[in-house]
T-cell receptor, first 115, second 108 residues
Framework: NAGVTQTPKFQVLKTGQSMTLQCAQDMNHEYMSWYRQDPGMGLRLIHYSVGAGITDQGEVPNGYNVSRSTTEDFPLRLLSAAPSQTSVYFC??????????????FGPGTRLTVL | ELKVEQNPLFLSMQEGKNYTIYCNYSTTSDRLYWYRQDPGKSLESLFVLLSNGAVKQEGRLMASLDTKARLSTLHITAAVHDLSATYFCAVFGNQFYFGTGTSLTVIP
């Protein structure tokens, strides 16, 4: 199993550009989520999904869109990048089997810089 | 909104010493998670605590949960350099909420 994979690992954007961060998991997990990590602020939830076709907002959703067309993939779209979106982005997944919200498995992260 | 507070935020300790990291949260939850993050790396799950009074141990780390006090502790016994990392607790309310992390440095 590859676990949770993310691409790209690094990205530099100019203000106003759009891009998609890719996330995939091969563990057949129902729950997938996107976080951003900023110094001194821990991880903050952007969006999450409990299954294909179902998404919901987290703590900091503004400026980001998600969709979940398959169980495996959960891309995060930045619509018009801003310097405030400079951060490290982590995707995570979790099984809902045997009860909700078991431990999450994290991808390696994408380091995004917006100039 | 559920708040998760960790203390201390920074911890420098000598090898062989014991110490405890505290995680307080603001509303009722019976699911508490501990993660470890090495510099520049992703997060690795350490413990999942699912009920009041739960205690889990792995090597020199032991985690416990008191849901009535809304408190979890991560106890480090006889610290070694390899334990240097940032430790996060997380709580599930209607979604996952993370603490700001405790940066632990173990000095030889």
């Amino acid at each position: 199993n590859a676990g949770v994979t993310q691409t790209p690992k690094f990205q530099v954007l100019k203000t106003g550009q759009s891009m998609t961060l890719q996330c995939a998991q091969d563990m057949n997990h129902e729950y997938m989520s996107w976080y951003r990590q900023d110094p001194g602020m821990g991880l903050r939830l952007i969006h999450y999904s409990v299954g294909a076709g179902i998404t919901d907002q987290g703590e900091v959703p503004n400026g980001y869109n998600v969709s979940r067309s398959t169980t495996e993939d959960f891309p995060l779209r930045l619509l018009s990048a801003a310097p405030s979106q400079t951060s490290v982005y982590f995707c995570a997944s979790s099984s809902l089997a045997g009860g909700p919200y078991n431990e999450q498995f994290f991808g390696p992260g994408t380091r995004l810089t917006v100039l | 909104e559920l708040k998760v507070e960790q203390n201390p935020l920074f911890l420098s300790m000598q090898e062989g010493k014991n110490y405890t990291i505290y995680c307080n949260y603001s509303t009722t939850s019976d699911r508490l998670y501990w993660y470890r993050q090495d510099p520049g790396k992703s997060l690795e799950s350490l413990f999942v605590l699912l009920s009041n009074g739960a205690v889990k141990q792995e090597g020199r780390l032991m985690a416990s949960l008191d849901t009535k006090a809304r408190l979890s502790t991560l106890h480090i016994t006889a610290a070694v350099h390899d334990l240097s990392a940032t430790y996060f607790c997380a709580v599930f309310g209607n979604q996952f909420y993370f603490g700001t992390g405790t940066s632990l440095t173990v000095i030889p």
